[in-house]
């Protein structure tokens, strides 16, 4: 194998919030995928395939994915509040890639930001909207954290993994309260 060619190499790994698809490549994560049942993973690695040009590789014990599935582990386990993870940004380009750049750096644990609020320290303000279209393709949920991301009334806002995903990740964060059931 050539040292320069594309290597995709994934894994799924339990979690409070259900089963997460997780794949990388030697530049590091590039997907984190919610929900992550046969028909969902199907879908993903197709994705994967067709955008990153090489068969993606089933590999639980995968070197490219230890530390993500490690780093995973200990934030649903409370023990871990900011990833170090390198991360593979080819999936999304342009402005959504600025927006969670700024998002994963400027935006810490147990902490929210509004979409506008967001835009603006983005360059952008205004952007909004840009801003929630940018959390929707965000290819690296919770590592790069779009469920921080809230209206500005208060409300949750949208969220791929869905809401319940959402309150869930807000509440393990200490941002809300922890569901009765």
């Known amino acids: 194998m050539e040292s320069d060619e594309q290597v995709v190499e ?15 490549t030697r530049t590091g994560l590039v997907t984190v995928g919610f929900h992550a049942r046969p028909a969902v993973r199907e879908k993903a690695l197709g994705q994967l395939r067709a955008r990153l040009g090489a068969e993606p590789l089933e590999a639980p014990d995968s070197a490219l994915l230890a530390a993500p599935v490690r780093q995973l582990s200990a934030y649903f386990a409370g023990e871990l509040r900011e990833f170090s993870l390198r991360l593979d940004w080819s999936l999304i380009s342009g402005f959504h890639r600025e927006v969670l750049r ?9 902490t929210v930001v509004g979409y506008g609020d967001l835009a603006s320290r983005a360059g952008r303000p205004g952007a909004a909207q840009a801003v929630g279209a940018a959390m929707g393709s965000n290819p690296l949920p919770v590592v790069v954290p779009c469920h921080r991301v809230v209206e500005s009334d208060g409300g949750l806002g949208g969220f791929g993994g869905g809401l319940e995903t959402k309150r869930r990740l807000l509440a393990l964060e200490g941002i809300l309260p ?3 059931f």
């Open 178 to 180: 922890q569901p009765l």
């Open 102 to 110: 700024e998002l994963a750096s400027g935006v810490p644990y147990g």
């Open 10 to 24: 994934w894994c799924v790994v339990p979690s409070d919030i259900g089963p997460l698809l997780l794949a990388a």
